[in-house]
């Protein structure tokens, strides 16, 4: 079964920093084009951060560059994004998705709540 995972969620405060994970099952993300998109409370999702198949290329939403990384593992096969300096208005599920075969794949989603 082809699917995404993330993990890494969870409660942080305003200032500190959390790495989400994505790691996929029924294919590998090597190779794949792969990111992020949040969606908060009340408010469309959006995109985050992306990163090419080959990982030469990142694309990050204006409102996280300077503090959001995005990378790959694949010797874990997974895709990670580093967040840094997290703000409130971070609070959000985080989904992860690849390109497969032409379509997204998506998975369901962690919740990240930063919070004092």
């Known amino acids: 079964q082809v699917q995404l995972v993330e993990s890494g969620g969870g409660l942080v405060q305003p200032g500190k920093s959390l790495t989400l994970s994505c790691t996929s099952s029924g294919f590998t993300l090597a190779w794949r084009a792969t990111g992020w998109f949040r969606q908060a409370p009340g408010k469309e999702r959006e995109g985050v951060s992306c990163i090419s198949a080959t990982a030469d290329t990142t694309y990050y939403a204006d409102f996280v560059k300077g503090r959001f990384t995005i990378s790959r593992a694949n010797a874990r096969n997974t895709v990670d994004l580093q967040m840094n300096s997290l703000e409130p208005e971070d609070t959000a599920v985080y989904y992860c998705?690849?390109?497969?075969?032409?379509?997204?794949?998506w998975g369901k989603g962690t919740l990240v709540t930063v919070s004092s």
């Open positions: 998705y690849a390109n497969v075969g032409g379509a997204n794949v």
